[in-house]
């Protein structure tokens, strides 16, 4: 026999529903795991995306760590910015004939910037001192950290009179050539 339902009534969902229905409010607060790969569309934790984005970091660094690229760095012009407060230099104005006097420049660079060695060249009263250091070409990322480097050396005059000792350095840390030239006048003594 089909029942007719009437405009006023509304549609009874079918009597294992309702018995469901009953049964939803007495569920357990927690429920076991399901097991695993039951749920496939389900939310992965916050360890295994931060396991997947590592592992895709790293897989894009290692181009800039192959054997092309390693240890290849550029001798180039020691950075100085005079005008900035992180520079620093030690040229004393005084001398003696044939004591060695004690210069040092500070240079700077970022993450990719190691310090390099210092040419000094003397002829009589002029002395001219380069600072270098070496630029990483290989590497692929770059930090933006400022490193300082010392440059230490020694000069010796060989005869009295007014010195000059004329630093030569890089002014901008992206091209590195020896556009910057500063000349610092150096009293030289005779021995006694």
């Not at 939803?24 to 360890?47: E, V």
């Not at 970091?57 to 181009?63: I, N, Q, R, V």
């Amino acid at each position: 026999m089909i029942r007719q339902q009437s405009v006023d009534e509304a549609p009874r969902a079918p009597r294992a529903a309702r018995r469901r229905a009953g049964k939803a409010r007495c569920q357990p607060l927690f429920t076991s795991a399901p097991h695993r790969g039951a749920q496939r569309k389900r939310a992965r934790g916050a360890p295994r995306h931060t396991l997947r984005l590592l592992v895709a970091t790293a897989a894009a660094a290692l181009p800039a760590c192959s054997i092309d690229h390693f240890d290849f760095k550029e001798r180039v012009f020691g950075h100085i910015a005079f005008d900035d407060l992180h520079s620093d230099f030690h040229i004393p104005d005084t001398a003696t004939v044939g004591v060695p006097v004690r210069l040092a420049v500070w240079t700077q660079g970022g993450g990719c910037h190691e310090g390099g060695d210092t040419e000094v060249d003397v002829d009589g009263l002029s002395a001219v001192v380069t600072p270098y250091d070496y630029l990483d070409k290989g590497a692929g990322v770059c930090t933006l950290i400022l490193l300082r480097f010392e440059h230490g050396t020694t000069v010796v005059f060989t005869e009295p009179g007014d010195a000059e000792v004329e630093l030569r350095y890089s002014t901008h840390d992206w091209d590195h050539n020896a556009d910057g030239r500063k000349v610092f006048p150096v009293k030289v003594s005779p021995a006694r």
